[in-house]
């Protein structure tokens, strides 16, 4: 469809600038705020940079905003992934349980290995590797949970209930592990659930970067399968595609984005709901090569957007970035729900 | 002249495969379909259609016998080769925001495409001579949702064309259409099946037009299924038991349509200048009369002299058009209309000598 990435050069022209000036902007506001021209410099290397400043550029804010954009961006794409697999236009890794599933598998990794070995070593290089892998599985076994009731259920508003249910269930058993977890183990679950964008180390990074480019990769190579399933299962399957292989490529690339996220974010919600159905309205075509990338740069920008705002009010103190993704998505799910009464599904 | 056969069922036993017992929808089933034909897939609800369907388009397993399409048994093909070979229209409507009619037929070349889905220039052709095809020139940049009924219908036809299949399956194709929109439809589905030769093979509630269109006609029944050309399926006397269960539907055989069944009402007689007009007939057909052709309006005196009680009444119709008179018992009406007609006809045997 090359004639739609022609059409949608504006909303590019748009996109991209905006995506560039906020990153910026996300680098220089802070508890500290600094200029343009210094932020740019130090960034460019062009010489004249403070050694505190390049601490806090690069060791705080750079990370926070790489975090950002890769939050974004995989939310998005996993939420984008999630509506088209269900036909459901408020599906997404919170609303179905995703995220609660890889929290779930964080809490029993986290809690065990505290109990088996204890200290610190969770915040290494291996641990974090450890946390997502036990994210991605939460996931995965979410998202199968999901599958197996939506293959039942054709309704899809009884198959959103089932899945808040289950969300809830499952932070339920979350709280019953904690409860009857030792002092050293809690005390690092607690220091993990604190997660926020801001909280990624370089290690982190290391890991969730690579992560999360993955899952993107996989969700572009998934594109044809996607489209197929626009029109339904049985349409997907009459035109020959191959249902088990599309099903763990869009399953393993859900479970990584989502779970990658959650494992070192912990759960954010609303943006894998919304950034699919504005990308829908600005970008056209709901093809998936089409709305992949734009839904990539399009998450990037609503979680740089929701980390300034986050940062903005006092200034000196941070609100939790989930709230404000929460209060910018909320109204957006509602337009979306009573939009979709006359327009259908996704 | 052999016939190129395209879809062929031996025994064939559908249903749905149990944990323990299978659920057998129908058993024992021969049928063809052949190389341009446009075959109606007829049964009163629940007999098993959709299934019959699904398990022909391979969704469905079966249970036993076997289908063949083209020359290899349905289970020999793969996803790929199978889907080049029979495509499917659902009879859920599929609503997709933003979807264009060009995209959505598009995505019937699916099976011909590399990983990532790319059109080459042969897939763009096919795609716009689909659309064409279906009546749609023009309508490429639409939205897809935002289309009557009847012209979605065509686009998902479309979509199934572009596919480029040898079998075309529809589910129910005409169910949320007006009376226009079925006949519109069935014929663009006849005019594939005679121009390109395709084998397409439909489901419909709608007799008439299955009986007035189809080349050929399954009809599922719970004393099995017979296939045949219209005529003959009409000729077997089985479609009046179709609806057996329901007294209220008579079949006409002449017509090939059912009707509702009225109250008797009486005889009208029609004398030869009223015949003519096929109207009077129906219209007092509807109306819950026997209509006869009164070869002799001369001596009608005495069925009127001697009022049989247990005979029907009988009434004479006389007159032409817009001056009719109607006779019954030594009383004459006269009418202008037909709907006047039927009024006084009804009046007249309601309060008999008064």
Known sequence: ?346 | MKREITVACRGLSIGFRGHHNPKVIAGAMDLEACQGELVALIGGNGIGKSTLLKTLAGFLPRLEGEIRIGQQQLDHYSASDKARWISFVSTESTVVANLKVRELVSLGRYPYTGWFGRLDEADHQMVEWAIEMVGLKGFGERFVNQLSDGERQRAMIGRALAQDTPLMILDEPTAFLDIAGRLDVVSLLHQLADEKGKCILFSTHDLQIALSTADRIWMMSPQGILEGIPEEVVASGRLERLFAHNSQLNFDPERGEFRVRKKFRGIARLASAVGGNPLVRTALERSGFEVENDLTPEDTDWVTSHPDPVSPPVLHIDGCDGEWKIRFEGKEVSADSIGGLCYAAKMLIRQPGS
Not at chain 1, 139 to 149: D, F, N, Q, S
């Open chain 1, 1 to 346: 469809m090359t004639s739609d990435y022609k059409k949608n050069l504006p909303a590019y022209a748009v996109l991209i600038p905006a995506l560039l000036v906020f990153f910026v902007l996300d680098l220089m506001v802070g508890s500290v705020h600094f200029s343009w021209s210094r932020t740019l410099g130090c960034l460019l290397g062009n010489g004249d940079c403070d050694p505190q400043l390049a601490t806090i550029l690069f060791k705080f804010r750079l990370p926070k905003a790489l975090t950002a954009l890769a939050a974004g961006a995989a939310l998005s794409v996993a939420g984008l992934q999630m509506q088209t697999l269900f036909r459901n236009p408020i599906a997404g890794p919170d609303i179905l349980g995703i995220s609660s599933g890889s929290t779930l598998g964080v809490a029993l990794f986290v809690l065990s290995f505290g109990w088996f070995f204890g200290g610190t070593t969770l915040f290494s290089l291996a641990g974090s590797w450890g946390i997502v892998l036990a994210a991605w599985l939460g996931a995965g076994a979410m998202m199968l949970v999901i599958v197996l009731i939506a293959s039942r259920l054709k309704d899809l508003m009884t198959v959103l209930i089932l899945g808040l249910l289950i969300s809830s269930a499952l932070f339920s058993v979350v709280n019953l592990l904690q409860y009857f977890s030792n002092e050293s183990s809690l005390k690092l679950f607690i220091i993990w659930t604190m997660g926020s964008l801001s909280s990624t180390t370089g290690d982190q990074l290391m890991v969730l970067v690579p992560s999360v480019v993955a899952g993107l990769l996989l969700s572009l190579f998934s594109a044809k399968f996607l489209d197929a399933f626009l029109l339904g299962e049985r349409y997907a399957r009459s035109m020959g595609m191959n249902i088990k292989v599309a099903y763990i490529l869009v399953f393993a690339s859900t479970s990584v984005l989502a779970g990658s996220v959650t494992a070192f974010c912990g759960p954010i919600g609303f943006i894998g709901i919304i950034v699919p159905h504005l990308v829908r309205k600005f970008f056209g075509s709901p093809l998936h090569l089409n709305m992949i990338p734009a839904s990539i740069l399009s998450g990037g920008l609503l979680m740089l957007i929701a980390d300034l705002l986050s940062q903005l009010p006092g200034s000196g103190s941070t609100l939790p970035v989930n709230s404000v993704t929460a209060l910018l998505g909320i109204p957006i799910v509602i337009w979306i729900i009573f939009r979709n009464k006359k327009m259908g599904a996704i």
